[in-house]
């Protein structure tokens, strides 16, 4: 590991008080509360104007008091914590005010929390830990559910199905630590799409060969040489994140005919295909450029 990366690592974040991971909490040391609005309104575009001091300064503030749960994460997941950390950071750096207001309004729909995940995904793959007495009591109230009545009834629709343990998870996503497993579980699982499909266009454009979490020797292994393209870990880790950040936002791009050109190596931003997806990981190599070469969250 470079030494002047790992310097930055422990001086960046050391005034941050470190908060409790969730191994801490299923030991029974902490109790993670969900906040009622876990996220701010930030314009993007404006965001990525500030001077790179001012970013630095904005991305301590925000994850510094979570880096232990981002080593930990990381090392639960094998994906980089330095990735974990600029796909959540760039989440938080594009939140609308209807963002803002679905949490207040106490949504369990939609994308919620610091990771801005679907509830639909965390809830399909896995991505938060439900308790087994969540589970139970949502599988009964599934099982005593009425059949929907004709609409010559006149009745109103009965509840959606599983709408406890939806109710569960978007709860949880609004804390930044599970938000924080979330991402890193989602990104492992990106990844090894990705390895599975190393001919498609968007891993060919970055490429990619890298391997799948689940066979990688470490995390870092990610940027090292071979895994993508670029002369030096810090230009990989660009290719990273602008590959992985899109995918976070649209996974189908790497399964893609035509995904369009990465915007980091020349594409056209603000037109389709992929538009959004193409401009978040524009955006999240930007933001993992900028702690990649500050040395921040740096797992020893």
């Known amino acids: 590991m470079d030494e002047k990366r790992m310097a930055g690592a422990g001086g960046h974040c050391a005034s941050h008080t470190a908060q409790p991971t969730l191994s801490q909490e299923a030991r029974g040391k902490a109790l993670l509360k969900a906040q009622r609005v876990s996220v701010e309104a930030m314009d993007a575009e404006a965001f990525f104007k500030w001077p790179k001091t001012a970013r630095i300064k904005w991305y301590c503030s925000t994850l510094c008091a979570y880096q232990d749960q981002l080593f930990e994460s990381s090392r639960r997941n094998n994906v980089p914590a330095q990735l974990i950390a600029a796909c959540i950071l760039n989440e938080l750096a594009d939140i609308k005010f209807q963002d803002v207001w679905q949490e207040r309004l106490g949504a369990i729909k939609g994308s919620l929390g610091p990771a801005q995940m679907q509830v639909q995904t965390a809830t399909e793959f896995g991505h938060v830990d439900v308790p087994?007495?969540?589970?139970?009591?949502?599988?009964?109230?599934?099982?005593?559910?009425?059949?929907?009545?004709?609409?010559?009834?006149?009745?109103?629709?009965?509840?959606p199905r599983d709408l406890l343990l939806r109710s569960y998870?978007?709860?949880?996503?609004?804390?930044?630590?599970?938000?924080?497993?979330?991402?890193?579980?989602?990104?492992?699982?990106?990844?090894?799409?990705?390895?599975?499909?190393?001919?498609k266009s968007w891993q060919q454009q970055h490429g990619f060969n890298a391997p799948a979490p689940a066979v990688a020797p470490h995390p870092h292994a990610f940027f090292q040489k071979n895994s993508f393209r670029g002369a030096t870990d810090n230009e990989r880790f660009e290719q990273l994140c602008d590959s992985l950040i899109a995918a976070y936002n649209s996974p189908d791009i790497i399964i893609a005919m035509n995904p369009g050109k990465s915007v980091l190596l020349g594409g056209a931003s603000g037109a389709p295909p992929y538009l959004d997806a193409r401009q978040h990981g524009f955006n999240g190599a930007t933001i993992g450029w900028d702690i990649f070469t500050e040395g921040l969250f740096v797992q020893p």
């Not at 998870?169 to 190393?198: D, N, P, W, Y």
């Open 169 to 199: 998870v978007a709860g949880r996503l609004k804390i930044m630590q599970v938000g924080i497993e979330a991402v890193a579980r989602e990104l492992a699982r990106l990844l090894t799409l990705m390895a599975k499909h190393k001919t």
């Open 132 to 159: 087994r007495e969540v589970l139970e009591r949502n599988d009964a109230a599934n099982r005593f559910q009425p059949e929907p009545p004709l609409v010559s009834d006149g009745y109103s629709p009965p509840p």
